[in-house]
């Protein structure tokens, strides 16, 4: 997901500038962080949590760069847990401008969906791309 759901519902003439602004602070601030994501779905232990961000103290690199180089999890599940990330934080952000009067919460959930699909067309066209290119 490149673009966010925010810049995408401003796009469309849904959500004034403002408010998207507003929803999406609030909205980053809810933000779990992947480890979280992965130790819900059990790829790792919260023990390993602390392991990793132990190394991150000193290394400075991005929690799944880490947890990739101690054999935590692999490139393709990070990949996976910030997609997860980026989805949950599109979703909180429909569900905090439905909450905040801006658009009903049918009109944000087919607002999101129809981001989603976009998306996933984007990505498929890129991998489309990158094996014949």
Not at 26 to 48: C, E
Not at 111 to 132: I, K, M, P, S
Request: charged content about 20%.
């Amino acid at each position: 997901m490149n673009a966010t759901f925010a810049d995408y519902i401003v796009q469309l003439g849904l959500v004034a500038p403002d408010d998207a602004r507003r929803i999406s602070a609030w909205a980053a601030r809810t933000r779990t962080p992947i480890g979280l994501i992965a130790v819900s779905h059990g790829l790792i232990g919260g023990a390993h949590i602390d392991l990793v961000l132990e190394r991150q103290r000193s290394s400075c690199k991005r929690f799944g760069a880490e947890a990739v180089e101690m054999d935590l999890l692999t490139q393709t599940q990070v990949d996976v847990l910030l997609q997860v990330q980026q989805f949950r934080q599109a979703a909180e952000f429909a569900e905090g401008i439905a909450l905040a009067g801006i658009i009903s919460f049918e009109e944000a959930s087919s607002a999101l969906g129809a981001f989603l699909q976009t998306q996933q067309g984007q990505e498929a066209v890129a991998y489309t791309d990158a094996e014949t290119g």
